[in-house]
């Protein structure tokens, strides 16, 4: 049983007894009999005709009005997927036309876990009553697991796919699989040939290129054969300049492609976002965008409004040459994507009336559409603390991270940030040869250095530090590499600050009224052996507050 399960079954028992809608109704009124105005209906509204999400999209089209959708990706902890749900709750009162959620294969994505994609697109479709589209990958798989994931999310009722082709594992190399799925094309067929019309598929565009591709349009030549397999629509990778997806669109109808083709808009929330985005093969960040952030790079706030900016500018050029349908990388973050959805007027105001006091097949639900008796329940939230700490979760991954916020952890593992490892560049900075333990720290040495290696290499990263060093480090250099070389392996530290302002180049962070005060502290590998001198040197100074722990978390 999920969390989610737990949390919502004591809530049902409770309540069940005493507050149920057709507790106290005349024995002989029959139970499909509903309400209005106080006066009762003998007949039940018919339960609404499905219509698809391309029937949807495509009647936009027609009757030239403007949606947007909006993407999610699975949080690594419970808390932060039970805290998803609320945006669900919330960012769906704005009514989007769809809603996505992505399928991470580390994660065990088609699991009951309360943190796996599967689960996730089962809360948004049938609790939270979304249009739903799920994310499914295809590389590594045979066609029986596939078989197994399509099955299962069609027994929840999941009734629109985004097929993709996924990325091998990383470090390692894509590799031809015999009779097995090596693109997405593969995956569209062989949805297409087993499930008939029952799905809609969306395919991924790539208005640069994809990166694995050997010319742009080659790429293009790769889409229309997912089109010609059955997709139905297409969503498209990042971009910031309109004429960039604008000449994409042009290129596709050139060669034949005529379905529906949804711009990917990212909105910027954060610094290491943008240098993410820069690491991506072929995809263009203009220099402007890049100076302005290095101005603010030290605001969270002042990024994240330098970003609503740049994105509703985007969508307006967009929408000035025609677009009507915007698709949002939420990073599972609300705040920007609303205020930009806001300005834009994308943002749906109305509240429809509610046939029942609960949430019913109006919208989506697969399951139980003719229910018109529930247990009543009422959810108090202490609003005062809600209004505090609103805004906490929007910079999950800053100083003052929140694991348990929904976005917590979305840069490593979010597939629109996924850059290959180069295995070269690893070995010529890291070394291909390991002659004694020497050569373990002369590479740490020269790392927090920054003096090149022994093969005149200069070391830019480490796996836990992809960003290379932060500036307040110039500050302990000469200590770390001294460390460092005699076999004590830094991997985190921090100078002290007393008082410095926030403005400054060096320590400074947030905004530019405030002052920094921090502790200096340090983090370190250390040989087993080396410990019982540690643990003696450290009794001379019993103001310092130390831990150990071994690899079993001892």
């Given amino acids: 049983m999920s969390q989610i399960d737990t949390t919502i079954s004591p809530i049902i028992e409770n309540f069940q007894s005493k507050f149920m809608v057709d507790s106290n109704l005349p024995p002989t009124m029959p139970r499909n009999m509903s309400f209005h105005n106080g006066l009762t209906d003998p ?69 009951d876990k309360p943190t796996s994609s599967m689960k996730i697109a089962n809360v948004m479709h049938n609790y939270c009553l979304l249009e739903t589209m799920l994310h499914i990958t295809c590389y590594g798989q045979t066609k029986e697991s596939m078989k197994q994931y399509l099955d299962k999310a069609k027994s929840i009722g999941i009734r629109n796919l985004l097929a ?8 390692t190399e894509w590799q031809y699989q015999e009779n097995g799925f090596n693109y997405a094309t593969d995956l569209v067929k062989f949805i297409r040939e087993n499930y008939g019309d029952y799905f809609v598929i969306c395919v991924a565009g790539y208005p640069h290129g994809h990166p694995d591709s050997n010319s742009y349009e080659e790429d293009l030549m790769h889409l229309k054969e997912k089109v010609d397999a059955g997709a139905d629509f297409i969503i498209t990778q990042l971009f910031f300049k309109a004429e960039t997806f604008l000449k994409y669109v042009d290129d596709c109808r050139r060669i034949g492609i005529a379905c529906p083709i949804i711009p990917g808009i990212l909105p910027i929330q954060s610094y290491d976002s943008l240098r993410h985005i820069c690491k991506l093969s072929k995809l263009e ?143 010529a900075q890291w070394g291909s040869e390991l002659n004694d333990e020497t050569d373990v720290w002369n590479v740490f040495a020269s790392f927090v250095s920054g003096r090149p290696n022994k093969n005149g290499v200069k070391i830019t990263s480490f796996p836990w530090c992809e960003e290379g060093l932060a500036s307040e480090t110039s500050l302990l250099t000469d200590e770390l590499e001294r460390l460092n070389t005699q076999g004590i392996l830094t991997i985190n530290s921090q100078p002290s600050v007393n008082g410095a302002p926030s403005s400054d180049p060096v320590v400074g962070w947030g905004s530019s009224d405030g002052y ?36 079993s978390v001892r």
């Fill in 43 to 111: 007949v039940s509204p018919p339960s609404p005709v499905y219509e698809s999400l391309i029937e949807k999209i495509n009647k936009k089209i027609e009757d030239k009005e403007t949606w947007f959708s909006l993407e999610f990706f699975p949080p690594k902890t419970v808390n932060g997927a039970s805290n998803l749900i609320s945006k669900f709750e919330f960012l769906g009162s704005g009514k989007p036309l769809f809603c996505d959620i992505t399928w991470h294969p580390a994660g065990d994505p088609a699991s």
């Fill in 285 to 427: 960040v203009p220099q402007n965008i890049v100076n302005a952030m290095e101005k603010i790079k030290g605001n969270d706030e002042a990024i994240r409004i330098y970003g609503i900016e740049q994105a509703v500018k985007l969508c307006k050029d967009l929408m000035q040459a025609g677009v009507l349908g915007v698709h949002f990388y939420t990073l599972n973050r609300d705040v920007a994507v609303t205020e930009i959805l806001r300005i834009l007027e994308l943002w749906n105001k109305d509240t429809e009336p509610r046939r029942l006091p609960w949430k019913s097949k109006q919208l989506c639900s697969y399951s139980r559409p003719d229910e018109d008796v529930r247990p009543i329940f009422w959810s108090i939230r202490p609003k005062s603390y809600v209004c505090r700490t609103s805004d906490w979760d929007q910079f999950p991954n800053g100083r003052w991270g929140n694991s348990s916020a929904p976005s917590f952890g979305d840069l490593k593992d979010y597939h629109i940030f996924y850059s290959k490892i180069n295995t070269k560049d690893c070995l």
């Fill in 164 to 171: 993709l082709r996924g990325d091998p594992a990383v470090g």
């Fill in 516 to 551: 920094v005060y921090q502790k200096a502290y340090l983090e370190f590998f250390i040989s087993k052996s080396f410990l019982p001198f540690l643990v003696q040197s450290l009794e001379k100074y019993p103001r310092v507050i130390y831990h150990i722990i071994n690899r």
